[in-house]
């Protein structure tokens, strides 16, 4: 097979992968003899492939719900109104969506019958996906929308370089937004050969509580979605992916029009060996949260062909990657295809593919330039030696039909690969009693009312020792500054007690989103050196530069408290994060807060490492819930909602855990959301507005008005009450637990 030697990073994270599902895919080049026709394209792309033949590849592509809203259908939606049976309330700025594969007047009213007639406000789950709308990134707004597109358009004229297929898998808003402006992309992609496809975030168009939804509501809503694909152009939607958690998806899929389902991705189940293979097959049923028995067991009778991805783990390859480029990626890669194609074949049908977003191997002088690199000099000599062969994911299941015999035959049959439904217990826990843990964060950057920052602050170090527990105080350098300068007194409170220390950024820090100017055009040493200075020089606050011969950065809150800072912030651009990650780990760092950090984490695998630090885990936040289609913080309606308060949060998820493995939850709250509300008090001095992360340019006005509203002394003080009766009831029945000691127990 050949392919290029690996980098040592490549090589370990291709040796630290599980066993992981693979799929095959579609190509127009098939040989004679063979005993099954591959569906699509013209009808020069059309052809047959031998049942014994090359495992089948392609390229999928996942779109991310960026900005959309919950569906009407599941309670979501702008107007509170009650929605006439039989009528689809209107979304705001959006059009309606009318196919043949649109939802029925009558399953509507059938769905609205059985919530009570009207829509429901979504309330908070007592189990997170973790896979929401982007952590605040919006189609709506921006440029992301129109680069996603140009990226697109590239990674098809890459990929046609090769004859190569794409399964392009999109969702609302972006299939909306190409509908509004007339943009052929879809209509496009599948002239040339590609297949268009739902991906389906099921919180995204459900709301938090997507697992308590009835199946009626599951296939409606799968159904708004076709039915935008279709009228942007996509002429038949077969394959979806999402929704891996809900037990019955796949009778909801099946009535919604959907026979082809792949990338199975679970927080519940990552790292399970039980679902990956090499071979198709036929799920029983969709995966009950942690339980994947049914789904891993075939049908012969079943709806859905499931296309595995291979021996391959390509979550965990990206996080054990980040940073390192898209060659590093793409090597890891190439050594788990080949361990794909070098496992069982019994002469049946083969399946491989990798998934990539539309911001994803785009670095480089030309667009997807490594991809390029790749399919020329891995890929293509493969297909040339009749090893692998394209084919979209339609093709690939109607592959395994026509060699399954009427579809009836599990494609794993006869193979020795191991397989285990349970996945392998965490190597550490806090607890031999195996307690839940929680962190209390305290984000602590107000500057601007340094006098009530030092107040509170004050307040939560004693609320902390009266129950014999610590907080973790995650501080700015700045504030650090600021409390030698005017604050002596709460220094040497910091300093004398055993509260958690951890570090973070903000403006006009460059490794915050927005501010970054002073790292721009760097790389490798270059850019950990420029990184350096400013974790170990002073930051002007109004300039945004370093002041030569003052100390600052994380070595002065380190040097000033006496402590290392457990933790640190993540940045999101990849190459910063491996420049920072090296810095803080030589600086004493060994956490760093990455991903989604309130609520992603498996409590039967909670430990992960990015860039040589231990990912801070959190299978609970307890920050926000989810009304409506809003994400609110509980210390904004505790007064008014006793259901927002913490405790009945952190109860929920509590009673949702099974007992099994490490759980952790978050409490995340900024010290000034104790005293203010409405903006973040120096907001005005580097961003547009109130409400925008538009950066200013400096110098940064310092005087500038306070651009939050104090709040009213009974809201206060029914915070302070709320965040009381957290601590007390976690320091009574939880392991109340910092970063240190997360590292600690981790090995770190």
Same mark, same amino acid.
């Given at each position: 097979?050949?392919?290029?030697?690996?980098?040592?990073?490549?090589?370990?994270?291709?040796?630290?992968?599980?066993?992981?599902?693979?799929?095959?895919?579609?190509?127009?080049?098939?040989?004679?003899?063979?005993?099954?026709?591959?569906?699509?394209?013209?009808?020069?792309?059309?052809?047959?492939?031998?049942?014994?033949?090359?495992?089948?590849?392609?390229?999928?592509?996942?779109?991310?719900?960026?900005?959309?809203?919950?569906?009407?259908?599941?309670?979501? %939606?702008?107007?509170?109104?009650?929605?006439?049976? =039989?009528?689809?309330?209107?979304?705001?700025?959006?059009?309606?969506?009318?196919?043949?594969?649109?939802?029925?007047?009558?399953?509507?009213?059938?769905?609205?019958?059985?919530? %009570?007639?009207?829509?429901?406000?979504?309330?908070?789950?007592?189990?997170?996906?973790?896979? %929401?709308?982007?952590?605040?990134?919006?189609?709506?707004?921006?440029?992301?929308?129109?680069?996603?597109?140009?990226?697109?358009?590239?990674?098809?004229?890459?990929?046609?370089?090769?004859?190569?297929?794409?399964?392009?898998?999109?969702?609302?808003?972006?299939?909306?937004?190409?509908?509004?402006?007339?943009?052929?992309?879809?209509?496009?992609?599948?002239?040339?050969?590609?297949?268009?496809?739902?991906?389906?975030?099921?919180?995204?168009?459900?709301?938090?509580?997507?697992?308590?939804?009835?199946?009626?509501?599951?296939?409606?809503?799968?159904?708004?979605?076709?039915?935008?694909?279709?009228?942007? =152009?996509?002429?038949?939607?077969?394959?979806?992916?999402? =929704?891996?958690?809900?037990?019955?998806?796949?009778?909801?899929?099946?009535?919604?029009?959907?026979?082809?389902?792949?990338?199975?991705?679970?927080?519940?189940?990552?790292?399970?060996?039980?679902?990956?293979?090499?071979?198709?097959?036929?799920?029983?049923?969709?995966?009950?949260?942690?339980?994947?028995?049914?789904?891993?067991?075939?049908?012969? !009778?079943?709806?859905?062909?499931?296309?595995?991805?291979?021996?391959?783990?390509?979550?965990?390859?990206?996080?054990?990657?980040?940073?390192?480029?898209?060659?590093?990626?793409?090597?890891?890669?190439?050594?788990?295809? @080949?361990?794909?194609?070098?496992?069982?074949?019994?002469?049946?049908?083969?399946?491989?593919?990798?998934?990539?977003?539309?911001?994803?191997?785009?670095?480089?002088?030309?667009?997807?330039?490594?991809?390029?690199?790749?399919?020329?000099?891995?890929?293509? /000599?493969?297909?040339?030696?009749?090893?692998?062969?394209?084919?979209?994911?339609?093709?690939?299941?109607?592959?395994?039909?026509?060699? =399954?015999?009427?579809?009836?035959?599990?494609?794993?049959?006869?193979?020795?690969?191991?397989?285990?439904?349970?996945?392998?217990?965490?190597?550490? +826990?806090?607890?031999?009693?195996?307690? /839940?843990?929680?962190?209390?964060?305290?984000?602590?950057?107000?500057?601007?009312?340094?006098?009530?920052?030092?107040?509170?602050?004050?307040?939560?170090?004693?609320?902390?020792?009266?129950?014999?527990?610590?907080?973790?105080?995650?501080?700015?350098?700045?504030?650090?500054?600021?409390?030698?300068?005017?604050?002596?007194?709460?220094?040497?409170?910091?300093?004398?007690?055993?509260?958690?220390?951890?570090?973070?950024?903000?403006?006009?820090?460059?490794?915050?989103?927005?501010?970054?100017?002073?790292?721009?055009?760097? !790389?490798?040493?270059?850019?950990?050196?420029?990184?350096?200075?400013?974790?170990? !020089?002073?930051?002007?606050? @109004?300039?945004?530069?370093?002041?030569?011969?003052?100390?600052?950065?994380?070595?002065?809150?380190?040097?000033?408290?006496?402590?290392?800072?457990?933790?640190?912030?993540?940045?999101?651009?990849?190459?910063?994060?491996?420049?920072?990650?090296?810095?803080?780990?030589?600086?004493?760092?060994?956490?760093?807060?990455?991903?989604?950090?309130?609520?992603?984490?498996?409590?039967?695998?909670?430990?992960?490492?990015?860039? %040589?630090?231990?990912?801070? /885990?959190?299978?609970?936040?307890?920050?926000?819930?989810?009304?409506?289609?809003?994400?609110?913080?509980?210390?904004?309606?505790?007064?008014?909602?006793?259901?927002?308060?913490?405790?009945?949060?952190?109860?929920?998820?509590?009673?949702?855990?099974?007992?099994?493995?490490?759980?952790?939850?978050?409490?995340?709250?900024?010290?000034?959301?104790?005293?203010?509300?409405?903006?973040?008090?120096?907001?005005?001095?580097?961003? !547009?507005?109130?409400?925008?992360?538009?950066?200013?340019?400096?110098?940064?006005?310092?005087?500038?008005?306070?651009?939050?509203?104090?709040?009213?002394?009974?809201?206060?003080?029914?915070?302070?009450? +709320?965040?009381?009766?957290?601590?007390?009831?976690?320091?009574?029945?939880?392991?109340?637990?910092?970063? +240190?000691?997360?590292?600690?127990?981790?090995?770190?």
């Amino acid at each position: 097979m050949g392919s290029r030697l690996l980098t040592p990073l490549a090589a370990l994270a291709v040796a630290s992968l599980s066993l992981h599902a693979c799929s095959r895919s579609d190509d127009a080049l098939v040989d004679e003899g063979s005993t099954s026709e591959l569906v699509g394209g013209d009808e020069a792309a059309k052809g047959t492939v031998e049942a014994a033949g090359p495992a089948l590849f392609a390229i999928g592509v996942h779109i991310e719900p960026w900005g959309t809203e919950v569906s009407p259908l599941a309670g979501g %939606g702008s107007s509170k109104s009650e929605p006439a049976a =039989g009528v689809r309330p209107e979304r705001s700025g959006r059009g309606k969506s009318k196919s043949k594969a649109g939802i029925s007047p009558e399953l509507e009213a059938e769905i609205l019958a059985r919530k %009570g007639g009207k829509s429901k406000s979504k309330s908070r789950s007592k189990s997170k996906s973790g896979r %929401g709308g982007g952590g605040g990134k919006s189609y709506l707004q921006g440029t992301a929308f129109d680069e996603h597109v140009a990226n697109l358009r590239n990674l098809m004229e890459v990929v046609g370089r090769h004859e190569g297929k794409l399964v392009i898998q999109s969702q609302d808003p972006f299939t909306q937004l190409l509908i509004d402006r007339g943009d052929t992309l879809f209509a496009d992609a599948e002239a040339a050969g590609h297949e268009v496809a739902l991906h389906f975030h099921e919180d995204a168009h459900l709301g938090s509580d997507f697992e308590e939804e009835p199946v009626e509501v599951w296939t409606g809503v799968m159904k708004e979605q076709i039915a935008q694909l279709e009228k942007a =152009g996509a002429t038949e939607v077969n394959y979806w992916s999402g =929704g891996n958690t809900y037990g019955q998806l796949m009778e909801a899929a099946t009535a919604a029009g959907l026979s082809v389902n792949g990338d199975f991705k679970s927080r519940y189940t990552e790292g399970n060996t039980a679902i990956t293979d090499v071979h198709p097959w036929r799920p029983a049923s969709g995966a009950d949260r942690d339980n994947v028995t049914d789904f891993i067991r075939h049908d012969p !009778q079943g709806s859905v062909v499931f296309l595995p991805e291979g021996l391959l783990h390509a979550s965990e390859m990206k996080r054990s990657l980040r940073g390192q480029g898209d060659a590093a990626l793409l090597d890891a890669y190439s050594a788990a295809f @080949e361990q794909s194609l070098a496992a069982c074949d019994h002469g049946g049908v083969r399946t491989l593919h990798l998934t990539v977003h539309p911001n994803e191997l785009t670095r480089g002088s030309e667009p997807y330039e490594e991809l390029d690199r790749w399919l020329e000099t891995f890929i293509d /000599p493969l297909v040339a030696s009749g090893d692998l062969q394209w084919a979209t994911y339609s093709e690939m299941a109607d592959a395994y039909r026509s060699w =399954g015999g009427d579809a009836k035959t599990d494609g794993r049959e006869g193979c020795s690969l191991e397989r285990t439904v349970e996945a392998e217990a965490p190597s550490v +826990a806090l607890d031999a009693n195996n307690k /839940p843990n929680i962190t209390f964060v305290i984000n602590t950057h107000d500057w601007k009312r340094h006098e009530d920052s030092a107040e509170i602050l004050t307040r939560l170090i004693d609320l902390f020792e009266q129950h014999g527990v610590r907080g973790d105080f995650y501080v700015t350098a700045p504030m650090v500054q600021l409390w030698a300068e005017k604050y002596p007194a709460l220094l040497e409170k910091f300093r004398d007690s055993d509260q958690g220390i951890s570090y973070h950024r903000r403006p006009p820090h460059p490794l915050v989103n927005a501010f970054s100017g002073a790292f721009e055009g760097l !790389q490798g040493a270059e850019l950990e050196a420029a990184v350096l200075r400013y974790e170990t !020089q002073r930051l002007d606050m @109004e300039t945004g530069e370093l002041i030569p011969g003052e100390p600052g950065g994380y070595a002065f809150v380190r040097d000033t408290l006496g402590r290392a800072p457990a933790a640190v912030a993540g940045t999101q651009d990849d190459q910063l994060f491996a420049a920072a990650t090296k810095v803080y780990r030589d600086l004493g760092a060994k956490v760093v807060v990455s991903g989604d950090h309130e609520g992603a984490t498996d409590p039967l695998d909670p430990y992960r490492v990015e860039g %040589g630090l231990l990912v801070r /885990p959190s299978t609970l936040g307890v920050t926000h819930g989810t009304v409506g289609t809003k994400k609110l913080f509980w210390w904004n309606r505790v007064q008014r909602d006793p259901e927002s308060h913490p405790l009945v949060w952190l109860k929920d998820g509590l009673d949702a855990w099974d007992g099994q493995g490490t759980f952790y939850a978050t409490a995340i709250i900024h010290e000034n959301n104790f005293y203010t509300s409405k903006a973040t008090p120096w907001q005005l001095t580097y961003y !547009q507005s109130k409400d925008s992360r538009k950066a200013k340019s400096p110098p940064y006005d310092l005087t500038i008005p306070d651009a939050s509203t104090t709040r009213d002394p009974s809201e206060a003080e029914a915070i302070w009450t +709320a965040y009381s009766e957290l601590v007390a009831y976690a320091a009574e029945h939880m392991n109340v637990v910092t970063a +240190a000691d997360v590292a600690e127990a981790a090995g770190r």
